[in-house]
């Protein structure tokens, strides 16, 4: 059974910093490009960071030097720290595993919420 398990979100004032856990399981992690994606109030949820099974990054430009995404293949987690948290961050953020086509492999956490409020 494929679980991705999120943790490390909470109320922070604008400037603040977080770190966002992926446990994962039920998977063979190296396999698999791990992202963050997020979701805002009334919004569609979007991609945020992805890094690839070899380590290939790329963000969205919001978070751009703020936002470091990173993994670790042993520990079958993945981590996003957050700096400089502006309230336009706010939203509940989802991790995601999924292999490269032909592969239909596509999973999903419950999310984390993330408030950046004063």
């Known amino acids: 059974q494929v679980q991705l398990v999120e943790s490390g979100g909470g109320l922070v004032q604008p400037g603040g910093s977080l770190r966002l856990s992926c446990a994962a399981s039920?998977?063979?992690?190296?396999?698999?490009?791990m992202g963050w994606y997020r979701q805002a109030p009334g919004k569609q949820r979007e991609l945020v960071a992805v890094?690839?099974?070899?380590?290939?990054?790329s963000y969205v430009d919001s978070v751009k030097g703020r936002f470091t995404i990173s993994r670790d293949n042993a520990k079958n987690t993945m981590w996003l720290q957050m700096n400089s948290l502006k309230p336009e961050d706010t939203g509940v953020y989802y991790c995601?595993?999924?292999?490269?086509?032909?592969?239909?492999?596509?999973?999903w956490g419950k999310g984390t919420l993330v408030t950046v409020s004063s």
């Open positions: 995601n595993a999924r292999r490269v086509p032909p592969f239909p492999n596509n999973y």
């Open positions: 890094i690839d099974s070899g380590g290939s990054i």
């Open positions: 039920g998977i063979i992690f190296s396999s698999y490009i």
